[in-house]
C-alpha cells in the first residue's frame, strides 16, 4: 500500500487565496469582503455594554468624548438621509446619556455598598435584649396596644342639635403619650386629638356611631366605637338657652320623696328611650331596663321568684309581666322605673305573655289550664277576666294587641302547625292571619299595623326573625345567625326591632326595622332575653 505522507508547507502571500498562479485579480474585492465581515461583527460586539463601554472608555481617552460628539455632528447636518439623521442624533443622545451616567457611576456603586453592606440599623427587641449574668438572653415586652376603657358623654340623654362632651378613658401599658382620633357617623366633630372634643347631634333623631382611635408613642393602635339614641328635642329653644347644670339642677329639685335624683332626672327630662329585658345575671330571671345602646343598666324587680314576659304600656309609663308564685305565675303590673308593684291576678294557673290593649284599659293574657294554653283578656286592674279561645289540646298563646283595635294576634296550633291567627276582644273574628305551609310564632304588630314580626324556622331547621304585610303577604327574612334569633319586638316608632339570640349564651341584639344594622347590646354573665321598647 502506498503510504502517503503529510509535509508541512511554507504558504506565502503568493499561495494564497487572494492570489491565483501569481495573479493578484482577486485580492482587492476578497480584501473588501473581509473588512465588510469584520465591521458587521464590530457593531455586534459593541452592542454589548462591557464591550461597548471598553470602546467607549478607549475613545474617550484618546480622541476624547466631545470631538466624538463633534464628529457625530456634523455627519448629521451632512447628511441628507432621515434615517441617518435620526441614527446620529440617537447616538448623540447616548454619548449625553452614558456621560452623565459615567460620572454618577462611582457615587452609585458607593451607594449601593452602603446600602447593602452596612448592618441595618433597625433590630428587633431580640437583637437588642440584653444578657443576664448567666449569660442567658432577657426578653423585652413587645409594645402592646392602649386600652379604652369608656367613653363618656356629659348627658345620659341625647337630643337632635345639641351640643354635648365626649370623653375617651384610655391607657398605655408603657406610659406613653396618647393621640386620640374622633369619628361619628352623624353630626358633627370638633377637630382635635384630644382625649375629650365637643359634638353637635344630628338634627334628627336616630343612633349615631361614635368612635375612638388612640394611638401610642410607637405607633400602636386600640380604638371603641358606642352607638348613641339620638332624641327629639321636645323644645328646641329651651334646649339651646338652658345649660346642661340648670337641667339637673331642675331635675333634682323636682325630686318626690322616696325617689332618688337619677330617677326624677329621667323623668322630667324628656323623652325616654331604653329598653326592657329579662336577665338571670344576678342568679334569678329578673326585669332590667337599659339604654338603647346597652348603656345604663338599671334592675327593676328582685327576689327569689322568677319575673317574665315584660310588656310596656302604650303611653311607655308602666310595665305588665307574669312572676312566678310558687307553682304559679300571676301578672303584676309596675311603673317604668320599678315602682309600685301591683299583683293584678290570683289563679290556680299559669298566667303568662301579657299584652297591652290600645288604649291600656285591658290586657290580654294566656293561662296554661288541662293541658294547653289558652288566650285570655281581663280589665287593666285585673278584674273581669274572661276566656277568648277553647281548643282543648292546643296551644293558643302569644297575644299582642292590635295598635289601634280591640284585637289580638295569637300563635296557634289549629292546623298541626303554629300559625298566626287574630281574635277580637269579645272571642269573636277568629280568623287565620298567616299563609299555611309554614310555621309562625310569637306574632308582633309593628305601630302603624301595617307589618308583623314573628319568629319561624329557616331552610336548616333554625329559628330566625321574619318580617311580613299585615295580611301573611310579602314574607321576608331579616336574620341569618347560627345562634338563632328569637321574639322579635318593633320599636313604638317603628325604627327598629329588638331580639335575642340563643346559642351560645342568649344575648340582645337591635337591628333596623329592614334587618339591617344589627348590634349587640348586652354580654352579661347568664342569658337575656324578651326584650321590648319602653318609650315615653
Request: aromatic share 8%; charged share 25%; net charge negative.
Amino acid at each position: 500500500m502506498r503510504q502517503q505522507k503529510r509535509h508541512k508547507k511554507n504558504l506565502s502571500l503568493k499561495d494564497s487565496i487572494f492570489i491565483k498562479d501569481g495573479n493578484y485579480t482577486f485580492f482587492l474585492p476578497v480584501s473588501i469582503l473581509v473588512i465588510l465581515v469584520l465591521a458587521s461583527w464590530s457593531w455586534i460586539l459593541l452592542a454589548i455594554p462591557p464591550v461597548s463601554d471598553m470602546a467607549e472608555n478607549v475613545i474617550a481617552k484618546h480622541f476624547g468624548r466631545e470631538s466624538n460628539i463633534a464628529v457625530a455632528n456634523k455627519d448629521m447636518q451632512d447628511s441628507d438621509s432621515p434615517e441617518d439623521k435620526s441614527r446620529f442624533g440617537s447616538l448623540l443622545t447616548d454619548n449625553y446619556l452614558s456621560s452623565n451616567l459615567n460620572s454618577e457611576s462611582i457615587e452609585s456603586e458607593n451607594i449601593k455598598k452602603s446600602k447593602y453592606d452596612t448592618p441595618a440599623q433597625d433590630v428587633t427587641a431580640a437583637d437588642n435584649a440584653p444578657a443576664a449574668e448567666d449569660g442567658t438572653e432577657v426578653q423585652e415586652t413587645a409594645n402592646a396596644n392602649p386600652e379604652i376603657f369608656e367613653i363618656k358623654l356629659s348627658s345620659g340623654d341625647i337630643y337632635t342639635s345639641g351640643s354635648y362632651d365626649i370623653t375617651a378613658e384610655a391607657t398605655d401599658a408603657e406610659g406613653q403619650q396618647l393621640t386620640y382620633k374622633w369619628t361619628v357617623s352623624s353630626g358633627s366633630l370638633e377637630s382635635g386629638q384630644n382625649p375629650s372634643v365637643k359634638w353637635t347631634a344630628p338634627q334628627d333623631p336616630g343612633i349615631c356611631e361614635i368612635t375612638v382611635e388612640v394611638t401610642d408613642a410607637l405607633g400602636a393602635t386600640g380604638s371603641k366605637t358606642v352607638s348613641v339614641d339620638i332624641l327629639a328635642a321636645q323644645n328646641d329653644e329651651e334646649e339651646g338657652s338652658q345649660s346642661q347644670e340648670t337641667q339637673v339642677a331642675d331635675q333634682t329639685q323636682d325630686a318626690q320623696p322616696g325617689q332618688d335624683q337619677e330617677t326624677a332626672a329621667s323623668s322630667t327630662s324628656g323623652p325616654v328611650r331604653k329598653i326592657v329585658f329579662v336577665s338571670n345575671q344576678t342568679g334569678n330571671k329578673d326585669i332590667f331596663s337599659m339604654n338603647l345602646d346597652g348603656s345604663k343598666v338599671t334592675q327593676l324587680t328582685s327576689g327569689g321568684q322568677a319575673d317574665m314576659y315584660p310588656a310596656v304600656s302604650p303611653d311607655g309609663k308602666k310595665i305588665v309581666y307574669s312572676s312566678a308564685i310558687g307553682t304559679t305565675w300571676q301578672i303584676f303590673t309596675m311603673n317604668w322605673d320599678g315602682s309600685d308593684k301591683k299583683q293584678l291576678t290570683n289563679l290556680p294557673y299559669r298566667c303568662g305573655f301579657p299584652s297591652w290593649s290600645y288604649d291600656a284599659s285591658h290586657i290580654f293574657f294566656e293561662i296554661y289550664e288541662e293541658g294547653s294554653w289558652e288566650i285570655y283578656v281581663m280589665a287593666s286592674n285585673g278584674s273581669d277576666i274572661r276566656r277568648l279561645t277553647l281548643k282543648p289540646g292546643i296551644d293558643n298563646w302569644h297575644p299582642c294587641a292590635h295598635p289601634s283595635k280591640n284585637v289580638t294576634l295569637y300563635e296557634s296550633g289549629y292546623s298541626g302547625k303554629e300559625e298566626i291567627w287574630q281574635i277580637d276582644i269579645n272571642g269573636e273574628s277568629n280568623k287565620r292571619i298567616s299563609k299555611p305551609g309554614r310555621n309562625y310564632r310569637v306574632p308582633k304588630y309593628s305601630p302603624d299595623a301595617t307589618k308583623i314580626a314573628f319568629m319561624g324556622k329557616d331552610g336548616k331547621g333554625r329559628e330566625q326573625v321574619y318580617i311580613m304585610d299585615a295580611n301573611g303577604d310579602n314574607i321576608r327574612q331579616l336574620t341569618d345567625t347560627p345562634d338563632q334569633a328569637r321574639l322579635p319586638s318593633f320599636s313604638p316608632d317603628g325604627k327598629y326591632i329588638v331580639f335575642n339570640t340563643i346559642g351560645g349564651g342568649s344575648e340582645i341584639f337591635i337591628m333596623n326595622a329592614d334587618g339591617s344594622g344589627k348590634k349587640q347590646l348586652t354580654n352579661f354573665p347568664g342569658e337575656d332575653e324578651v326584650a321590648v321598647f319602653m318609650y315615653h
